[in-house]
């Protein structure tokens, strides 16, 4: 087995591309509904202070997009450098959607995205805004794809082990495409772009009114970003409920972990902090039902029937499964070309327990446990900020209305130093969905340690500090560029 500290710092290094490609992500998908909304509201009116409010949050857009391109790239490639492994095992159907997104998504973004950005008063008011529009759906097709791949790492199907290849195969490219995780999945993730979008436009705006520069189109920002935000907080609320149906069902420890559930039953209580619980939610979150049965972490461990009379396994008797198809694997490849019958034999064993062959490769029950406290509180910082935000958008929208928001300075202050709490909102989703899931690089399939490269921790550890200085980099490269546009403002006269 491979050493523990290659594990942790392969692991660590794609958390750290992971996570700074999430700063630029979000922000690409809710700018461009924004941008690409106000942009329909100048060529329905011919309004020319629309345009030139359109043309400001395109630029930044644009800032944030060119950037976001790039660590999505250097993301993909470590697949190939530091989780060969996985690579291989799996390649044939994780592959797949990463050369649609690739081919599709990139092709199609980067045609209009040139036209939007470079293309005023060059084309048609008409063909500008289906450029406008038809980059912020490629993104979004950029973002299915992406998310088709993940989801099937929390949830496998579509697929069949070949013995002979040592690979999983597609055998269903729909059902992958369909696959209910990724759906929830992606409906969550763009509508918290839109959050992040909005919180992004209304802090913005709001420095303006802090600074009494152009108001009228500060306002008129604020206005559309705040419903734009409002609409898709509510509908990360209603896609989160579908996720959470979904997280229950097919990764039953992640649930536990994230609500700290050691012991589950009927009736499972929903925590809000340690010791202060709600009876019966988690069970209608998970289940729909308030009767509805929530396994905890020792039933998964110590195994359980569910009330309809299906037993699940103990850990110790999934390992044992797992180990018996792994040996069973190695009796099939060493005899199949010597003693078909035996072949025949062990292929008979191995596909009675593939589903349990990455099983074999867990040492201990422990290891099948997620860090529940990071898990755990990470989950309510979301929910936490998400409410938050929320509150702020009804509340900014509310005082833009009676317009009182040009008066109320704290609000405006609230505003702009919310711009963190989204990011830090949206990192923590993630923790809990690629946290949560550990020790599965592909829940049930293959654990972590079975999945990286064979290369040294020297070399791990070198390119991760070397992302480190370059993301850094990046990162205050943009930060110094959206700055600077940010301090220029609209080419919009003092209002």
Known sequence: MVESALVDWSRLQFALTAGYHWLFVPLTLGLAIIMATMESVYVVTGDEFWKKTAKFWIKIFGINFAVGIATGIILEFEFGTNWSNYSWFVGD??????????ILAFFMEATFFAVMFFGWDK??????????????????????????ANAWMQ??????????????EMVDFWALVLNPVAISKFFHSVFSGWMTGAIFVIGISCWYLLKKREVRFALASIRVAAIVGIIGTLAVMLSGDSSGVHVAKYQPMKLAAAEGLMDGGKRAPFSIV??????????????HDIDGYVPGINNLLDGYTTPDGKAIP????????????????GQYRTLKDSDPAAAAEAREILDKNIEYFGYGYIDSRDELVPPVGLVYWAFRVMVGLGGALLLLMFVVLWAEWKKRLADIKWLQWAALFSIPLVYIAGQ?????????????VIEGLLPVKAAVSSVSVGAVQTTFFLFVAIFTLFLVIELRILTKAIKK??????Q
């Open 93 to 102: 159907i994780f592959g797949a959607p990463l050369a649609i997104e690739g």
């Open 489 to 494: 403002g609209p080419e919009i006269d003092k």
């Open 314 to 329: 103990s850990a110790e008797e999934k390992i044992a499964r797992g180990e018996e198809a792994i040996k069973a694997f």
């Open 428 to 440: 923590a989703g993630w923790i809990v969905a690629e946290v949560g899931r550990q020790p599965w």
């Open 123 to 148: 084309v048609s008011k008409r063909f500008h805004l289906a450029a406008t529009w038809l980059t912020g759906i490629g993104a979004a097709v950029s973002a299915i794809w992406i998310l088709i």
């Open 274 to 287: 340690p010791g202060v619980e709600v009876p019966g939610v988690l069970s209608i979150l998970a289940t």
């Open 155 to 168: 949830h496998p199907v579509g697929m069949e082990f070949n013995p002979d290849t040592v690979r999983h």
